[in-house]
């Protein structure tokens, strides 16, 4: 048995191999079933047991021998196999990385940012999970009001006082309470509504709400703000039509319109005929909302506005299903290029 072990660690010890099939030979006529070493194994049972502790040990030795012979082997093989890659041409230009996109909505809401930071509005945000407070009452918004029903909004079952915020009017109070006016932001995010999933309407979105606190500001700054806005995200022949509205926290309320993005105010398929689109609704902020947060209503007025992410980037990039924004299907997504 020792003289058999000592024959094959030779043969082991002298093999070289020319190429990487010649040692994969080697490796099966060494180690695999039918190969010399396990051939061995199988003899060992046969060793007395006073030699077993000696051969055994012999054995062991010469397996870990081979393996390294053969793991050296292949590892030379497999690197000469890179290193004759070396001839390929270095000045070929290099395979181009896939550069992912921004999320149109992501493009929308940082072109709205943009516009409004230009004429001195802050960026602010306030949180997605609210008290009611915030999001109703210091708004205005009477316990009887529809919004507040469990129908139109998510509440948290384990205390009703908490909801996922239904509109981002709720940072507007926020901000009015930590800070002295004057006070001029924006504030972007996601709103939650319990409703029916359709190309139409979902349970989650997102909305900017915009704030201007100071003293006599007047109705007239609030049309020539969203008028600035219109022009700069629509285009500069855009116009903008105020219809009265109501919002529990606005007084005077209205909803804005713009002249059809697509036909120009003529009339197609995209405004329904009319000529034009709504986009947000506004008004001057009401003294009592202002006085729930402890600013004299005597001394300061201001404007709010409140637009849907969503529907701007519909009517900009012409998106007929608001589910889109939501299922990030790449071949969706890679079509929206902005330099924002
Ligand atoms: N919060 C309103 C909504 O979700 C939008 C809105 C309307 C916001 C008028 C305002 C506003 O700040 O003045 O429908």
Redesign the pocket.
């Known amino acids: 048995m020792k003289e058999r072990i000592d024959e094959l660690l030779k043969e082991i010890e002298a093999f070289t191999a020319s190429t990487k099939e010649h040692a994969e030979e080697f490796r099966i006529k060494i180690l695999s079933k039918k190969g010399k070493v396990t051939a061995l194994f199988e003899d060992f049972k046969t060793v007395t047991p006073e030699l077993r502790k000696e051969i055994g040990q012999q054995l062991n030795e010469l397996k870990n021998k081979a393996q390294d012979k053969i793991n050296h082997l292949k590892e030379k093989f497999e690197n000469s196999d890179e290193s004759s890659n070396q001839n390929s041409d270095i000045t070929l230009p290099a395979e181009s990385i896939p550069v992912g996109s921004r999320h149109p909505l992501s493009l929308v809401r940082n072109q709205i940012v943009d516009i409004f930071s230009r004429i001195g509005f802050t960026v602010s945000e306030g949180p997605e999970i609210e008290d009611d407070w915030h999001n109703f009452t210091a708004l205005n918004t009477p316990a009887d009001h529809p919004a507040r029903d469990m129908q139109d909004t998510f509440y948290i079952s384990e205390n009703p006082d908490t909801v996922l915020r ?4 709720s940072v ?1 109070v926020h901000i009015m309470e930590g800070t002295e006016p004057p006070i001029r932001t924006i504030s972007p995010g996601r ?1 939650y509504r319990n409703e029916a999933i359709s190309a139409r309407a979902h349970c989650q979105f997102h ?1 900017v ?3 201007y606190i100071d003293k006599k500001v007047s109705f007239a700054d609030l049309k020539q703000t969203l008028l600035y806005f219109s022009k700069e995200m629509f285009g500069e022949e855009t116009k903008i039509r105020l219809r009265p509205s109501f ?1 529990p ?2 007084e005077i ?1 209205a909803e804005m319109d713009i002249s059809c993005p697509f036909c120009k105010g003529k009339g197609c398929n995209i405004c329904k005929g009319a000529g034009w689109v709504e986009i ?4 001057m902020v009401d003294p009592a909302v202002l006085e729930n947060c402890k600013i004299d209503s005597t001394q300061y007025s201001g404007f ?3 637009m849907g992410v969503e529907r701007i980037a519909m009517l900009k990039y012409q998106v007929k299903d608001l589910r889109l924004f939501f299922e990030n299907d790449i071949r969706f997504l890679k079509q929206f290029k902005s330099v924002i």
Do not use: D, H, K
């Open positions: 239904t509109q981002t009017s507007q709103v909305q709400e915009g704030l919002f926290f606005t309320s947000l609704g506004c008004g709010a506005f409140g």
